[in-house]
């Protein structure tokens, strides 16, 4: 290597440039002259000192010495170990046991039930009553021989109270004959023709009130 390709050395450029360099012997000295140039190194060290736990969040406090804690609690590191496993098996093919990522689907069977009821018109009893009493309520007559042997002592605690006038007494009379003979004759029925009663005078609601009380009693 020639003289020309070697590189210079730190004196023989400051002898080129007409500076001086300083030698180890005086390097504590003061130095005269321009400043070329001035090189600072800074070395920056980081420490970890407190970090959180990776389940709970709650802060844990590192003392430098061997591995960062990932966790406060033991049992915090199980569950998220377990967590860990199950989403790996999770992850794997279905084949292999892991979950689909398919969504659920439903079929659903409808059976529908029609119930129809038909009610037809049979041969029945024909009864003859009034299309409805005097007050315009519909007009019914008693079920059994218990409802009308128990309309019977109404009618009779009707008659002691004094609420029917002679006529209306001559004609329940008259029925009430045709009703014995057909009861102990067991025939056809014939009832006395139906004549309308007198007028009579309007009660008062005060004897109205009276004669409802005095029935009451003579029923009880």
Partial sequence: MTNQQRPYTDEELAEMLGVRVPTTENDD??????????????????????????WCGDPIDYSGVGRPPRYCKDSHRKRASELRTAQARADRPVDAGGRTTEPVREVIERTETVTRTVVRRGPGEVRRIPAARASGAPYTLPEGAQEWFQALQYLAGDAQSGRFTADQRAMLAGACEAVVDELRRGSG????????????????????????????????
């Fill in 29 to 54: 000295q003061e130095q005269h002259g321009d400043v070329l140039a001035e090189r600072v190194k800074t070395t920056v060290h980081d420490r970890l000192v407190r970090r959180t736990c990776e």
């Fill in 189 to 220: 029925l014939t009832l006395a023709p139906y004549s309308a009663p007198v007028a009579q005078p309007a009660l008062s609601r005060a004897e109205r009130r009276r004669r409802e009380r005095e029935a009451r009693k003579h029923r009880g």
